[in-house]
C-alpha cells in the first residue's frame, strides 16, 4: 500500500483529477481511525465527528487541486499534514465555541452533573494550541511528535514510523515535549 499511495500522491501533485478520488479510499481508514481516536477526548455531546473531521481534512489536503501546497514527501508527510489539519480544524472549532455569537462565555451545563469537568476542554485545546506552537518555534520536531500522537492519535511506534526514528526517539521527544507543554501552560 505504501508504494500505491506514493504513487498516487505523486499524481495528485501532477494535478491528476482522478489522483484524489482514488486516494481516498485508500487512507480513508487510517485517516478515520486517527480522527475517531482524537476525538475520543472530547466531551460528550460533540456534534464533530470522526468522518466529519476526516472530511473536512482531506478536503483541506487535497481540495485545492491548483495549489503548490500539493508537495508530500510520501506516506509519512501526507499524514503528517493529515495531523496538522485535523488540528487546525479542532482549534477553530474551539475559537469559535468561545466567541459571543456562538456562545462562548456560556458554559453548557448538564441538570445531572453541573460540576463535569469537560466545560473547560475548549480553554484547553486553545492552551495546548498557544503552547505547541511556542515549542514549535523551539523545537519543530519534538512540536511534530505532539501532533501526531496527541492530535492524530498516532501510537508513538506510528509517530517514529511516519518521522522516520526509532520508537525510543519518538518516546524521548514525547516525554520533553510533554513536560515542556505542561511547564508552559501551567505558567
Same mark, same amino acid.
Given at each position: 500500500?505504501?508504494?500505491?499511495?506514493?504513487?498516487? #500522491?505523486?499524481?495528485?501533485?501532477?494535478?491528476?483529477?482522478? *489522483?484524489?478520488?482514488?486516494?481516498?479510499?485508500? $487512507?480513508?481508514?487510517?485517516?478515520?481511525?486517527?480522527?475517531?481516536?482524537?476525538?475520543?477526548?472530547?466531551?460528550?455531546? +460533540?456534534?464533530?465527528?470522526?468522518?466529519?473531521?476526516?472530511? =473536512?481534512?482531506?478536503?483541506?489536503?487535497?481540495? @485545492?487541486?491548483?495549489?503548490?501546497?500539493?508537495?508530500?514527501? !510520501?506516506?509519512?508527510?501526507?499524514?503528517? *499534514?493529515?495531523?496538522?489539519?485535523?488540528?487546525?480544524?479542532?482549534?477553530?472549532?474551539?475559537?469559535?465555541?468561545?466567541?459571543?455569537?456562538? !456562545?462562548?462565555?456560556?458554559?453548557?451545563?448538564?441538570?445531572?452533573?453541573?460540576?463535569?469537568?469537560?466545560?473547560?476542554?475548549?480553554?484547553?485545546?486553545?492552551?495546548? @494550541?498557544?503552547?505547541?506552537?511556542?515549542?514549535? *518555534? =523551539?523545537?519543530? $520536531?519534538?512540536?511534530? $511528535?505532539?501532533? #501526531?500522537?496527541?492530535?492524530?492519535?498516532?501510537?508513538?511506534? =506510528?509517530? !517514529?514510523?511516519?518521522?522516520?526514528?526509532?520508537?525510543?526517539?519518538?518516546?524521548? +521527544?514525547?516525554?520533553? *515535549?510533554?513536560?515542556?507543554?505542561?511547564?508552559?501552560?501551567?505558567?
Amino acid at each position: 500500500m505504501s508504494q500505491e499511495l506514493t504513487q498516487l #500522491l505523486e499524481s495528485l501533485e501532477r494535478g491528476n483529477p482522478d *489522483a484524489a478520488e482514488t486516494l481516498l479510499p485508500l $487512507v480513508y481508514d487510517e485517516l478515520r481511525r486517527l480522527a475517531a481516536a482524537r476525538l475520543s477526548h472530547e466531551p460528550p455531546g +460533540q456534534t464533530l465527528e470522526a468522518t466529519g473531521l476526516v472530511h =473536512e481534512a482531506y478536503l483541506r489536503l487535497v481540495g @485545492d487541486q491548483g495549489s503548490d501546497s500539493l508537495r508530500w514527501d !510520501g506516506r509519512g508527510h501526507f499524514f503528517a *499534514a493529515a495531523a496538522e489539519a485535523m488540528r487546525r480544524i479542532l482549534v477553530e472549532r474551539a475559537r469559535r465555541k468561545q466567541r459571543i455569537k456562538h !456562545g462562548g462565555g456560556l458554559d453548557r451545563v448538564d441538570l445531572e452533573d453541573p460540576t463535569d469537568p469537560a466545560n473547560d476542554l475548549w480553554d484547553r485545546i486553545l492552551e495546548v @494550541d498557544a503552547a505547541l506552537s511556542k515549542l514549535s *518555534a =523551539e523545537d519543530k $520536531v519534538a512540536a511534530d $511528535v505532539v501532533k #501526531l500522537h496527541y492530535f492524530s492519535g498516532l501510537s508513538l511506534d =506510528e509517530v !517514529g514510523e511516519v518521522m522516520g526514528m526509532s520508537r525510543a526517539s519518538a518516546y524521548r +521527544q514525547w516525554t520533553y *515535549a510533554r513536560s515542556w507543554l505542561k511547564t508552559e501552560i501551567d505558567r
